[in-house]
């Protein structure tokens, strides 16, 4: 049975960091690309950040480069979101997602396994 654990959530102040882990089990995870994705009360949910199977390559959404990083670790099969300058709008329901495939895309429907989310709040 396949499962992604998303912790690391919690409520900062604008400007602060976080660090957002998710731990996964059940699939080869050398073989797949991880995403980050978001979802905000209201609205869709919105992808984030990717990275491919091997970590050589990452995709971010523009409303985050330069704040927010992706990285893997193969070896322990995590994945994480470090998350520097928070603001007000990056208030969301945080989710890891898992794809059949080693290719970072930015799509929902192109990921496979989806965690349960850590919520983020960030206050002004």
């Known amino acids: 049975q396949v499962q992604l654990v998303e912790s690391g959530g919690g409520s900062v102040q604008a400007g602060g960091s976080l660090r957002l882990s998710c731990a996964t089990s059940?699939?080869?995870?050398?073989?797949?690309?991880m995403g980050w994705f978001r979802q905000a009360p209201g609205k869709g949910r919105e992808f984030v950040a990717g990275?491919?199977?091997?970590?050589?390559?990452?995709l971010y959404a523009d409303s985050v480069k330069g704040r927010f990083t992706i990285s893997r670790d193969n070896a322990k099969t995590t994945a994480q979101l470090q998350m520097n300058s928070l603001k007000p709008e990056d208030t969301a329901v945080y989710y890891c997602?898992?794809?059949?495939?080693?290719?970072?895309?930015?799509?929902?429907?192109?990921?496979?396994?989806w965690g349960q989310g850590t919520q983020v709040t960030v206050s002004s």
């Open positions: 059940g699939l080869t995870f050398i073989s797949r690309a």
């Open positions: 990275i491919s199977s091997g970590g050589r390559n990452t």
């Open positions: 997602a898992a794809r059949w495939y080693p290719t970072v895309v930015s799509t929902p429907a192109d990921y496979d396994y």
